[in-house]
């Protein structure tokens, strides 16, 4: 009893090449997504920790916070949007900065003296604290 074979690929044989796509898929999907908001976290946390630099050398000059990245002289990333504030900026006894990114939901912190809480996030003072927005 002889099989007649022509080499070419069963359906069943299909199917379980196209399963096998799939399960690879649903892994790499979710980690090349984690691995997307990794590098965009770590981007607003370099920003942020420029921003605490800069901060710690404008109060040694001026007695004060900058209230502004321009008064600062940092010029950030086209990708992240910096803000900074806080009630202790004119009388030196604090501030606080949010970056945030322009492509996604991310926002990190950070703060110092009497504003270390931002949107009801306490941060403490010299660290970056992140966050990702719901939608």
């Known amino acids: 009893m002889s099989r007649n074979t022509t080499g070419a690929i069963s359906l069943i044989e299909l199917l379980i090449i196209v399963v096998i796509i799939g399960l690879l898929l649903s892994i790499a999907i979710p980690w090349m997504s984690g691995r997307r908001d990794r590098e965009t976290i770590d981007l607003l ?5 420029r921003v605490v630099e ?4 404008y109060f040694g000059a001026h007695q004060r916070f900058a209230a502004s990245t321009e008064e600062l002289q940092v010029v950030a ?6 803000t900074i504030g806080g009630s202790g900026l004119g009388d030196g006894t ?4 949010v970056a945030r990114s322009t492509d996604e939901e991310l926002t990190c912190y950070a703060g110092f003296g009497s504003d270390t809480v931002v949107n009801s996030i306490v ?3 010299g660290q970056v604290t992140c966050r990702k927005m719901d939608r």
């Open 45 to 49: 946390r370099g920003e942020l920790n």
């Open 54 to 57: 800069a901060q710690q050398t």
């Open 77 to 82: 990333n086209p990708a992240v949007t910096i």
């Open 94 to 97: 604090g501030w606080n900065a």
């Open 123 to 125: 941060v403490l003072p």
